[in-house]
């Protein structure tokens, strides 16, 4: 296999909404620049770049995948991102590694939700983009419809440079309005093309769609403007480069129209990668971290030292973990050492592979701009640096969305439980945005992530890749129970059997403190009322039964105790005597200070188009929420709605919010402040919790 350098490989990200044919698309694109042997699904429901068992189930792509085509002494690292809304940080990962980004869109339904935010990821990575627009051939599919939505969506800098020769059915080739021919495809799907002179019956139209391209591409240089104005034309030299130029600078969308599934229009777009988008060396500046954190620039030139980015982890059963990773300068060259610059440890890196999909083939280097992957590495995360380590640089990578849905999880089969961390440890090594913990106060495992669907998914891998089967639950709220008057009490044990008897005594007064308070202890015993030593024993007393709660169940919170007065026995009291009258004076100070539950409030942050403002606040207002404001944000399409509402309401918010939304929204939430819960949820909340401890006493007899 040749080892390319920058200046002769395109980095494309083709992103998009799911079901626009991304992953076909790259399959046509290999097909026809002979990287592989056939076009589209195999039989067994995979593709190039969809071979993750769920993927071949559900039919669309779950996580990125890479593949390669070689297409006029150029490599063409393609990266295949899904187009979910709940696997978008997928998307923008590629995207961080890529140089250009193919944007794909269904000529059937235009632009749609996802179209809208990877091309927002466009803008975040400063990638030059063209448009494909896909599904050509099927019913209502219409070139003029999608072109109108999406200059009404991005402006009049998206301009076809193909016209189509029929539409639907009869969408059989594109007319190239640069070079000024016919591309015309055989309905076998072989992708054998014929070009030719364009049909008489398209010429009008095909003439007067140039002399708009070549005007837009004028429009963007004072020395073209000239030309154009001299010659009332550009020559077709100029019409390529100014283009190209345009493409790079953001100036011009370029839109190709294609039909993946029946193979019509993939050599056109081939070359519009090689010939319009940037080469991976183009920018020849790039910027990182040095050794102290201090952000340096540098040259990215294939003598610079080496330095890579990895971007993805997947595990694959037979070589293990596998990390994807960009060259961006420099050389990384096969069973060499390098230095991990993100966790300051020396790395053994072994062979390197090219990736076809998962197919992996060996190279004994990669240059500045390439794009590779790596078995075993031992202790290198998703979103790391190798460097050389006299020459430590890092590179910045993306930051995760927090969770938007947390289930609490538990393993079927008891035995499971060690199993679990270590399958879970793994699936977040791949998927980051997976979070996976133990609820300290509720003791519950809680797995969380993007969305309910992507928390199926977790569960599904769980079984199939790693053999362990779980429940999800919703997960419990941490409630909390305190006093709101301050009450005085009494604790006494007294217990006389043969030999030795077991006495204690305590007098407390409970009185409530500010939220967030927690616990305090006074000893203000006098004149040894109770002996120094048994002090300790009725703060631990109270200590544990606080924990074990009063009404529900739930830790007691926000208040303190006085220990005022209290009796002793000589013999007969012990430790453990003056623990059990602590907790019984906790009982009775807990039920004379009018006890009440507190639940979590959450300041929710929500992010959608001005339009669902109205509905969001609404449907905020019945999950008990407060508004705290609206502020535009910078796009100036999006307003963001702040709120406190409680954890409870908040529990499946995704789902709403994606249904009142059109999935356009999206959300953040942490942790504000402990509030009372209103009386008439209070009782239900009660009722359920000895419900529930019944069961569990019933279940262990």
Same mark, same amino acid.
């Given at each position: ?16 909404? @799911? ?77 961080? =590694? ?21 091309? !927002?990821?466009?803008?975040?990575? @400063? ?6 627009? @896909? ?25 076809? +440079? ?51 391209? +070549? ?24 019409? =390529? ?39 991976? *060396? ?6 990182? !971290? ?5 952000? +340096? ?14 971007? !993805? ?26 230095? @991990? ?78 199993? $679990? ?31 309910? $669907? ?22 419990? =709220? ?51 009322? +109770? ?8 703060? !631990? ?5 606080? =924990? ?88 100036? *399409? ?64």
């Amino acid at each position: 296999m040749k080892v390319y350098s920058g200046n002769e490989i395109r980095n494309v990200a083709l992103a998009g909404h @799911n079901d626009t044919g991304k992953t076909t698309l790259v399959s046509q694109l290999l097909f026809n620049s002979g990287g592989v042997t056939r076009l589209g699904r195999i039989e067994d429901g995979t593709t190039v770049t969809d071979f993750d068992p769920d993927e071949i189930e559900r039919k669309h792509s779950i996580s990125a995948a890479i593949a390669f085509a070689e297409w006029k002494d150029t490599k063409i690292n393609l990266l295949d991102t899904p187009g979910f809304g709940i696997f978008l940080m997928e998307t923008r990962t590629s995207m961080r =590694v890529a140089d250009a980004a193919a944007i794909v869109v269904s000529a059937v339904t235009g632009v749609e939700v996802t179209t809208e935010k990877v091309w !927002k990821f466009a803008d975040e990575f @400063n990638l030059p983009r063209l448009v494909i627009a @896909n599904k050509m051939d099927r019913e209502r599919a219409s070139f003029s419809r999608t072109l109108d939505a999406l200059q009404k969506k991005f402006g009049k800098n998206v301009v076809p +440079i193909q016209i189509p020769m029929g539409e639907e059915k009869d969408f059989s080739g594109i007319i190239d309005l640069i070079s000024m021919k016919a591309y015309r495809y055989p309905a076998d799907t072989s992708g054998k093309v014929e070009i030719a002179d364009i049909p008489a019956e398209y010429k009008d139209e095909a003439a007067q769609w140039r002399e708009k391209l +070549i005007e837009k591409v004028a429009e963007g240089d004072d020395k073209l403007m000239e030309k154009f104005f001299d010659q009332g034309g550009l020559s077709q030299e100029d019409l =390529v480069d100014g283009l190209r130029r345009e493409v790079l600078h953001h100036q011009i969308y370029p839109m190709l129209l294609t039909s993946a599934s029946h193979n019509v229009g993939g050599h056109a777009v081939l070359d519009a990668f090689v010939s319009l988008l940037p080469a991976a *060396d183009e920018v020849k500046t790039i910027e990182g !971290k040095d050794k102290k954190g201090e952000a +340096i620039t540098f040259d990215r030139r294939a003598e610079a030292f080496p330095g890579a980015l990895v971007f !993805k982890t997947f595990s694959d059963p037979f070589s293990g973990r596998v990390s994807l990773f960009r060259v961006f300068s420099g050389t990384l060259k096969s069973d060499a050492t390098y230095w @991990n610059a993100s966790r300051d440890h020396e790395e053994r890196v072994g062979k390197l592979q090219l990736l076809q999909g998962k197919q992996q083939s060996p190279v004994s280097e990669l240059k500045a701009g390439d794009i590779g992957a790596v078995a075993k590495l031992k202790d290198v995360h998703t979103g790391d640096t190798l460097s050389a380590r006299d020459h430590v640089i890092t590179f910045p990578f993306v930051t995760y969305p927090e969770p938007a849905i947390s289930f609490a999880l538990e393993a079927k089969a008891r035995g499971d439980e060690d199993k $679990l961390g270590t399958a879970i440890a793994r699936i977040v090594e791949e998927d980051p945005t997976i979070k996976f913990g133990r609820d300290e106060q509720t003791k519950e495992l809680l797995i969380s992530g993007q969305g309910q $669907l992507h928390v199926e998914i977790v569960v599904s891998k769980l079984k199939k890749k790693y053999g362990v089967d779980v429940i999800l639950h919703p997960p419990k =709220v941490p409630y909390r129970e305190t006093i709101t008057r301050a009450s005085d009490a009494h604790g006494r044990h007294k217990k006389q059997s043969g030999g030795h008897g077991q006495f204690a005594d305590c007098k407390i007064t409970m009185e409530p403190l500010p939220r967030g308070a927690d616990f305090e202890f006074v000893d203000e015993i006098f004149g040894g009322a +109770i002996p120094r030593q048994y002090i300790p024993a009725v703060e !631990k007393g109270i200590q544990e039964a606080r =924990v074990k709660g009063y009404l529900a169940g739930f830790p007691v919170v926000d208040f303190r105790v006085r220990l005022k007065d209290g009796q002793y026995h000589d013999v007969d009291s012990s430790e453990m005597a003056f623990k059990i009258a602590g907790s019984l004076a906790f009982q009775q100070g807990m039920e004379q200070g009018k006890p009440t539950l507190l639940e979590p409030i959450m300041h929710v942050d929500i992010t959608a188009p001005g339009e669902y403002i109205g509905a969001l606040t609404g449907d905020l207002t019945s999950r008990r929420g407060k508004m705290e404001g609206v502020d535009a944000e910078a796009d100036g *399409d999006s307003q963001t709605l702040k709120a406190r509402v409680p954890l409870a309401e908040m529990l499946t918010y995704g789902s709403t919010l994606r249904s009142i939304t059109q999935g356009r929204g999206t959300f953040h939430m942490e942790y504000s402040h402990y509030e009372e819960v209103p009386r008439n949820l209070q009782e239900k909340i009660i009722a359920e919790s000895k419900k529930a401890k019944e069961a569990a006493q019933a279940a262990h007899h």
